[in-house]
Protein backbone atom coordinates (compact mmCIF):
# COMPACT_ATOMS: atom_id res chain seq x y z
CA UNK A 1 0.00 0.00 0.00
CA UNK A 2 1.97 3.38 -1.13
CA UNK A 3 1.58 6.32 1.78
CA UNK A 4 -1.24 7.69 -0.35
CA UNK A 5 -3.70 5.01 0.44
CA UNK A 6 -2.55 4.53 3.90
CA UNK A 7 -3.55 8.28 4.25
CA UNK A 8 -6.88 7.77 2.64
CA UNK A 9 -7.71 4.63 4.98
CA UNK A 10 -6.85 6.88 8.01
CA UNK A 11 -9.65 9.42 6.83
CA UNK A 12 -12.39 6.57 6.32
CA UNK A 13 -11.51 5.00 10.03
CA UNK A 14 -11.51 8.58 11.73
CA UNK A 15 -14.38 9.70 13.70
CA UNK A 16 -12.66 13.65 14.00
CA UNK A 17 -10.85 15.05 11.44
CA UNK A 18 -8.96 18.48 12.06
CA UNK A 19 -6.73 20.22 9.41
CA UNK A 20 -4.20 22.78 10.31
CA UNK A 21 -1.55 24.63 8.99
CA UNK A 22 1.24 27.38 9.50
CA UNK A 23 0.91 30.73 11.20
CA UNK A 24 1.02 33.82 9.39
CA UNK A 25 -1.33 31.75 6.31
CA UNK A 26 -0.98 32.26 2.74
CA UNK A 27 -2.03 31.19 -0.36
CA UNK A 28 -0.82 27.47 -0.20
CA UNK A 29 -1.63 27.21 3.26
CA UNK A 30 -4.84 28.40 2.74
CA UNK A 31 -5.20 26.17 -0.62
CA UNK A 32 -3.83 22.99 0.42
CA UNK A 33 -6.54 23.22 4.34
CA UNK A 34 -9.27 24.26 1.61
CA UNK A 35 -8.26 21.42 -1.41
CA UNK A 36 -7.80 18.65 1.41
CA UNK A 37 -11.20 19.80 3.30
CA UNK A 38 -13.65 19.66 0.28
CA UNK A 39 -12.13 16.12 -0.75
CA UNK A 40 -12.41 14.69 2.44
CA UNK A 41 -16.01 15.92 2.82
CA UNK A 42 -16.04 14.22 -0.71
CA UNK A 43 -15.42 11.09 1.06
CA UNK A 44 -17.99 11.35 3.04
CA UNK A 45 -16.39 12.86 6.43
CA UNK A 46 -16.94 15.41 8.64
CA UNK A 47 -13.71 17.40 9.11
CA UNK A 48 -13.15 21.18 10.44
CA UNK A 49 -9.82 23.72 9.66
CA UNK A 50 -8.56 25.04 12.27
CA UNK A 51 -5.51 27.95 11.59
CA UNK A 52 -3.74 29.58 14.16
CA UNK A 53 -4.75 33.40 12.37
CA UNK A 54 -7.33 34.44 9.87
CA UNK A 55 -6.88 34.01 5.91
CA UNK A 56 -5.89 37.61 4.30
CA UNK A 57 -8.78 39.54 2.55
CA UNK A 58 -7.33 38.19 -0.80
CA UNK A 59 -8.26 34.88 -0.17
CA UNK A 60 -11.44 35.22 0.80
CA UNK A 61 -13.37 34.68 -2.29
CA UNK A 62 -12.57 30.83 -1.47
CA UNK A 63 -15.27 28.46 -1.01
CA UNK A 64 -15.25 26.99 2.21
CA UNK A 65 -12.95 29.68 3.62
CA UNK A 66 -15.70 31.12 5.72
CA UNK A 67 -15.75 27.66 8.18
CA UNK A 68 -12.08 28.18 8.87
CA UNK A 69 -11.70 28.29 12.79
CA UNK A 70 -8.89 30.37 14.17
CA UNK A 71 -6.90 30.39 17.83
CA UNK A 72 -7.37 34.21 17.79
CA UNK A 73 -11.15 34.11 17.87
CA UNK A 74 -12.27 30.45 18.66
CA UNK A 75 -9.80 28.78 20.83
CA UNK A 76 -11.86 27.43 23.25
CA UNK A 77 -13.93 25.97 20.73
CA UNK A 78 -10.86 24.84 18.95
CA UNK A 79 -9.21 23.17 22.07
CA UNK A 80 -12.04 21.00 22.47
CA UNK A 81 -11.86 20.03 19.18
CA UNK A 82 -8.38 19.35 19.58
CA UNK A 83 -9.83 16.94 22.69
CA UNK A 84 -12.03 15.05 20.98
CA UNK A 85 -10.01 14.76 17.74
CA UNK A 86 -8.46 10.96 16.50
CA UNK A 87 -6.62 12.61 13.08
CA UNK A 88 -5.12 16.15 12.72
CA UNK A 89 -3.63 17.11 9.11
CA UNK A 90 -0.54 19.13 9.39
CA UNK A 91 -0.27 20.83 6.11
CA UNK A 92 2.43 23.54 4.87
CA UNK A 93 4.82 22.94 8.22
CA UNK A 94 7.59 20.72 8.87
CA UNK A 95 7.70 21.65 12.94
CA UNK A 96 5.59 22.54 15.63
CA UNK A 97 6.47 25.55 16.55
CA UNK A 98 5.50 27.19 13.11
CA UNK A 99 1.65 26.95 14.11
CA UNK A 100 2.11 29.38 17.37
CA UNK A 101 2.70 28.87 20.80
CA UNK A 102 -1.08 28.23 21.30
CA UNK A 103 -1.87 25.62 18.71
CA UNK A 104 1.69 24.14 19.48
CA UNK A 105 0.17 23.40 22.82
CA UNK A 106 -2.65 21.29 22.10
CA UNK A 107 -0.48 19.56 18.97
CA UNK A 108 1.66 18.07 21.78
CA UNK A 109 -0.59 17.64 24.53
CA UNK A 110 -3.27 15.75 22.67
CA UNK A 111 -2.43 12.41 21.21
CA UNK A 112 -4.17 12.10 17.83
CA UNK A 113 -2.67 10.76 15.25
CA UNK A 114 -1.00 13.29 12.67
CA UNK A 115 -0.13 13.62 9.07
CA UNK A 116 2.27 15.62 8.20
CA UNK A 117 1.72 16.81 4.06
CA UNK A 118 4.64 19.23 3.72
CA UNK A 119 7.20 20.40 1.19
CA UNK A 120 10.05 22.04 3.35
CA UNK A 121 13.43 21.13 4.11
CA UNK A 122 14.47 19.30 7.37
CA UNK A 123 10.92 18.12 9.01
CA UNK A 124 10.69 17.68 12.73
CA UNK A 125 9.75 13.87 13.41
CA UNK A 126 6.41 14.15 15.07
CA UNK A 127 3.89 12.91 12.79
CA UNK A 128 2.13 9.18 12.55
CA UNK A 129 2.62 9.55 8.69
CA UNK A 130 4.88 11.65 7.15
CA UNK A 131 4.44 13.44 3.23
CA UNK A 132 8.23 15.31 3.27
CA UNK A 133 8.61 16.37 -0.71
CA UNK A 134 11.19 18.91 -0.41
CA UNK A 135 11.73 18.91 -4.20
CA UNK A 136 8.01 19.92 -5.23
CA UNK A 137 7.12 23.65 -5.47
CA UNK A 138 4.06 23.28 -2.80
CA UNK A 139 1.76 21.68 -0.66
CA UNK A 140 -0.86 22.05 -2.91
CA UNK A 141 0.59 19.99 -5.13
CA UNK A 142 1.31 16.70 -2.76
CA UNK A 143 -2.68 17.13 -2.24
CA UNK A 144 -3.20 16.64 -5.82
CA UNK A 145 -0.74 13.36 -5.63
CA UNK A 146 -3.27 12.30 -2.96
CA UNK A 147 -6.26 12.34 -4.32
CA UNK A 148 -4.76 11.06 -8.01
CA UNK A 149 -2.24 8.38 -6.21
CA UNK A 150 -4.76 6.95 -3.78
CA UNK A 151 -7.30 6.07 -6.89
CA UNK A 152 -9.55 9.18 -5.89
CA UNK A 153 -8.87 11.26 -9.27
CA UNK A 154 -12.67 10.66 -10.27
CA UNK A 155 -13.40 13.22 -7.33
CA UNK A 156 -11.20 15.80 -8.48
CA UNK A 157 -13.89 19.13 -9.09
CA UNK A 158 -13.65 22.62 -9.51
CA UNK A 159 -14.26 22.80 -5.46
CA UNK A 160 -11.18 20.75 -4.59
CA UNK A 161 -9.58 22.12 -7.65
CA UNK A 162 -9.95 25.89 -7.33
CA UNK A 163 -8.32 26.33 -4.04
CA UNK A 164 -4.98 23.72 -4.49
CA UNK A 165 -4.27 25.49 -8.03
CA UNK A 166 -4.33 28.39 -6.27
CA UNK A 167 -1.90 27.41 -3.52
CA UNK A 168 0.06 26.35 -6.57
CA UNK A 169 -0.11 29.91 -8.37
CA UNK A 170 1.45 31.54 -4.99
CA UNK A 171 3.72 29.28 -3.88
CA UNK A 172 5.85 29.20 -7.09
CA UNK A 173 5.33 33.36 -8.07
CA UNK A 174 3.01 31.95 -10.81
CA UNK A 175 4.73 29.19 -11.76
CA UNK A 176 8.29 31.40 -11.95
CA UNK A 177 10.37 29.49 -10.00
CA UNK A 178 12.45 26.65 -10.48
CA UNK A 179 10.57 24.71 -7.80
CA UNK A 180 8.18 24.56 -10.73
CA UNK A 181 8.65 20.74 -12.36
CA UNK A 182 7.15 18.95 -15.54
CA UNK A 183 4.80 16.90 -13.02
CA UNK A 184 3.71 20.68 -11.96
CA UNK A 185 1.85 21.81 -15.42
CA UNK A 186 0.26 18.26 -15.56
CA UNK A 187 -1.10 18.11 -11.94
CA UNK A 188 -2.35 21.55 -13.62
CA UNK A 189 -3.60 20.38 -16.48
CA UNK A 190 -5.61 17.84 -14.09
CA UNK A 191 -6.85 20.29 -12.47
CA UNK A 192 -8.20 22.63 -15.24
CA UNK A 193 -9.87 19.46 -16.75
CA UNK A 194 -11.56 19.18 -13.13
CA UNK A 195 -13.23 22.34 -14.11
CA UNK A 196 -11.28 24.61 -12.35
CA UNK A 197 -11.63 28.22 -13.75
CA UNK A 198 -7.83 29.40 -13.99
CA UNK A 199 -8.29 33.04 -15.28
CA UNK A 200 -10.95 33.66 -12.79
CA UNK A 201 -8.41 32.87 -9.78
CA UNK A 202 -5.47 34.91 -11.70
CA UNK A 203 -8.03 37.41 -11.86
CA UNK A 204 -9.65 37.48 -8.38
CA UNK A 205 -6.03 37.26 -7.07
CA UNK A 206 -4.66 40.40 -9.21
CA UNK A 207 -7.61 42.84 -9.69
CA UNK A 208 -8.93 43.11 -6.70
CA UNK A 209 -6.64 46.05 -4.99
CA UNK A 210 -8.33 49.13 -2.83
CA UNK A 211 -7.37 52.54 -3.16
CA UNK A 212 -5.39 52.59 -0.13
CA UNK A 213 -3.62 49.57 -1.71
CA UNK A 214 -2.55 51.00 -4.86
CA UNK A 215 -1.45 54.53 -2.84
CA UNK A 216 0.31 52.14 -0.26
CA UNK A 217 2.49 50.57 -3.14
CA UNK A 218 2.91 53.82 -4.86
CA UNK A 219 4.28 54.91 -1.61
CA UNK A 220 6.35 52.10 -0.85
CA UNK A 221 7.59 52.04 -4.30
CA UNK A 222 8.65 55.86 -4.65
CA UNK A 223 9.84 56.70 -0.97
CA UNK A 224 10.72 53.22 0.63
CA UNK A 225 12.69 51.37 -1.89
CA UNK A 226 16.45 50.92 -2.31
CA UNK A 227 18.62 49.03 -4.58
CA UNK A 228 22.07 47.93 -3.12
CA UNK A 229 23.62 47.84 -6.95
CA UNK A 230 26.96 46.32 -6.28
CA UNK A 231 24.98 43.48 -5.13
CA UNK A 232 21.82 43.97 -7.50
CA UNK A 233 19.87 43.05 -4.32
CA UNK A 234 16.87 45.29 -3.69
CA UNK A 235 15.22 46.49 -0.27
CA UNK A 236 11.47 47.79 0.83
CA UNK A 237 10.70 48.38 4.29
CA UNK A 238 7.30 50.04 5.36
CA UNK A 239 6.92 50.95 9.66
CA UNK A 240 4.10 49.95 11.28
CA UNK A 241 3.03 53.96 11.09
CA UNK A 242 3.42 54.26 7.42
CA UNK A 243 0.99 50.85 7.40
CA UNK A 244 -1.60 52.78 9.28
CA UNK A 245 -1.43 56.03 7.62
CA UNK A 246 -2.91 54.13 4.69
CA UNK A 247 -5.16 52.27 6.44
CA UNK A 248 -2.87 48.60 5.93
CA UNK A 249 -5.22 45.35 5.94
CA UNK A 250 -3.49 41.79 6.10
CA UNK A 251 -2.98 41.04 3.02
CA UNK A 252 -1.89 44.45 2.01
CA UNK A 253 1.64 44.03 1.09
CA UNK A 254 1.55 40.59 -0.71
CA UNK A 255 4.06 41.12 -3.73
CA UNK A 256 5.56 43.89 -3.03
CA UNK A 257 8.53 41.99 -2.68
CA UNK A 258 7.84 40.10 -5.96
CA UNK A 259 7.79 44.17 -7.54
CA UNK A 260 10.98 44.89 -6.53
CA UNK A 261 12.75 41.62 -7.67
CA UNK A 262 11.24 42.40 -10.86
CA UNK A 263 13.46 45.02 -11.80
CA UNK A 264 15.98 44.53 -14.42
CA UNK A 265 19.60 42.87 -13.42
CA UNK A 266 17.57 41.89 -9.47
CA UNK A 267 19.12 38.66 -7.89
CA UNK A 268 17.31 39.45 -4.57
CA UNK A 269 14.87 41.42 -3.21
CA UNK A 270 13.82 41.94 0.78
CA UNK A 271 10.53 43.49 1.60
CA UNK A 272 10.58 44.27 5.86
CA UNK A 273 6.84 45.09 7.18
CA UNK A 274 6.43 46.28 11.14
CA UNK A 275 3.37 44.39 12.41
CA UNK A 276 2.44 43.67 16.16
CA UNK A 277 5.81 44.84 17.48
CA UNK A 278 7.85 42.51 15.35
CA UNK A 279 9.45 43.06 11.86
CA UNK A 280 8.35 40.47 9.42
CA UNK A 281 10.69 39.79 6.60
CA UNK A 282 9.78 38.29 2.86
CA UNK A 283 12.94 36.89 1.16
CA UNK A 284 12.70 36.63 -2.40
CA UNK A 285 15.47 35.52 -5.30
CA UNK A 286 15.81 33.99 -8.70
CA UNK A 287 17.83 30.85 -10.20
CA UNK A 288 19.77 28.46 -8.20
CA UNK A 289 22.88 31.02 -7.42
CA UNK A 290 21.20 32.88 -5.28
CA UNK A 291 19.09 31.01 -2.02
CA UNK A 292 18.13 33.71 0.20
CA UNK A 293 16.62 30.81 2.47
CA UNK A 294 19.94 30.15 4.14
CA UNK A 295 20.37 33.79 4.72
CA UNK A 296 16.66 34.17 7.06
CA UNK A 297 17.20 30.67 8.70
CA UNK A 298 21.00 32.00 10.18
CA UNK A 299 20.04 35.05 10.91
CA UNK A 300 16.28 36.41 11.62
CA UNK A 301 15.12 33.23 12.93
CA UNK A 302 13.31 32.25 9.23
CA UNK A 303 13.74 30.01 6.39
CA UNK A 304 11.75 28.25 3.72
CA UNK A 305 12.68 27.73 0.03
CA UNK A 306 15.55 28.67 -1.63
CA UNK A 307 14.37 31.62 -3.22
CA UNK A 308 11.05 32.24 -1.05
CA UNK A 309 11.58 32.57 2.15
CA UNK A 310 10.09 34.58 5.69
CA UNK A 311 12.06 35.93 8.85
CA UNK A 312 11.34 38.25 11.61
CA UNK A 313 13.67 40.84 13.53
CA UNK A 314 12.97 42.17 16.99
CA UNK A 315 15.28 44.77 16.78
CA UNK A 316 14.32 48.99 15.52
CA UNK A 317 13.79 49.19 11.44
CA UNK A 318 16.73 51.45 11.33
CA UNK A 319 18.72 48.14 13.33
CA UNK A 320 17.37 45.71 11.29
CA UNK A 321 18.20 47.26 7.91
CA UNK A 322 21.90 48.19 8.97
CA UNK A 323 21.72 44.33 9.84
CA UNK A 324 20.94 43.46 6.31
CA UNK A 325 23.08 45.48 4.74
CA UNK A 326 25.89 44.42 6.41
CA UNK A 327 25.33 40.66 5.97
CA UNK A 328 24.47 40.66 2.26
CA UNK A 329 28.24 41.11 0.67
CA UNK A 330 28.35 37.81 2.85
CA UNK A 331 25.48 36.00 1.02
CA UNK A 332 25.71 37.63 -2.48
CA UNK A 333 29.12 37.78 -4.16
CA UNK A 334 29.29 40.99 -6.39
Given at each position: ??????????????S?????????????????????????????????????D??P??????????????????????????E??????????????????????????????????????????????????????????????????????????????????L????????????????????????????????Y???????????????????????????????????????????????????????G??????????????????E????????????????????????????????????????????????????????????
Amino acid sequence: MNVYNSIVEQIKSASSIIITAHKSPDGDSIGSSLGLYHFIKKLGKEVVICHPDPAPDYLLFLEGVETIKTMSNENLEIEHLFEKSDLIFCLDYNATDRVGEGMQYLLEKFEAKKIMIDHHLNPQDFAFITVSETSVCSTSQLIVELIEQSGNGDLLDEKIGTPLYLGILTDTGSFRFPSVQPRTHEILAKLLHAGVKHYLVHETLNDNNTFDRLRLQGYALSQKMEVIEEYNVALIWLTATELEKYNYKKGDTEGFVNIALSIKGMRAAVFFGERDGIIKISFRSKGTDNPVNVLASENFSGGGHANASGGMSDLTMDETLAKIKGLIPQYFKK
